[in-house]
């Protein structure tokens, strides 16, 4: 009787063997390949810009209305001298305007201000005997003045309004009458909201019987809100 043969070891393990290749190509076909994930970092954001230089002049702007308060400070000079009874005779003297306004900001650089304001002009007057009888003349007025350019602005204005004239003169009562003034003015701006300059004008105040004529020679300031 022939006996059969064991089986080797090797060959009972060949089909475990093929049937973990088969497994694990079926694994690697169906499974997608590993890739690193991509990270992205930012660095610090940059600085905000630096705010708007209110203290240079290059970075200031008027807006298109701005409200205006003006004092002036000048000489008068008069252009008439009415002689009276007493040969009392009106010599030069000094004064004031204060002024306010809107300014209206036009093109080209240009600038309308309609303004409203009061005057004082005190004249020094002597009669033949030496006595001095002083003449005090207030005004109010309405108007406007015109400028242009931005340093330096050349500038014409005029106003018209009510004067009269107090005096201890006995032969020159007190009178009242129209009023009227035109004139040039150079004024200077190198500092936001503020304004110098000097001017030249011509004044009157028809206050009948008598007309006050003078030329008022002065400085004058303003401030820009």
């Known amino acids: 009787m022939r006996l059969s043969r064991p089986l080797c070891p090797a060959r009972r393990a060949l089909p475990l063997l093929a049937a973990s290749l088969l497994a694990g190509a079926a694994i690697l076909g169906i499974s997608r390949p590993a890739s690193a994930q991509q990270v992205y970092v930012y660095g ?45 005779t009106i010599s030069g003297g000094g004064g004031f305007k204060l002024r306010a306004g809107e300014q209206i900001r036009l093109q080209g650089g240009v600038r309308l201000t309609p303004e409203v304001g009061y005057g004082f002009m005190h004249l020094f007057a002597q009669d033949d005997l030496g006595n001095a009888f002083d003449w005090d003349l207030h005004r ?47 004024d200077l701006r190198v500092i936001p909201h503020l304004g110098l300059g000097a001017h030249v004008e011509y004044a009157a105040i028809e206050a009948s019987p008598f007309s006050f004529q003078w030329i008022g020679l002065g400085v004058h300031g303003y401030v820009v809100f």
């Open 44 to 88: 610090p954001p940059p600085p905000p810009p630096p705010g708007p230089r209110y203290y240079y002049y290059d970075d200031y702007r008027e807006g298109p209305y701005a409200l205006v308060l003006a004092a002036d400070f000048e000489g008068g000079i008069p252009v008439n001298t009415p002689v009276f009874g007493d040969g009392n």
């Open 140 to 186: 109010v007025f309405v108007g406007a003045r015109l400028s242009v350019g931005r340093f330096v602005q050349p500038v014409v204005y005029g106003h018209i309004g009510y004067g009269w004239q107090v005096s201890a003169d006995p032969n020159a009562p007190g009178s009242s009458g129209f009023s009227y003034d035109f004139g040039g003015a150079l």
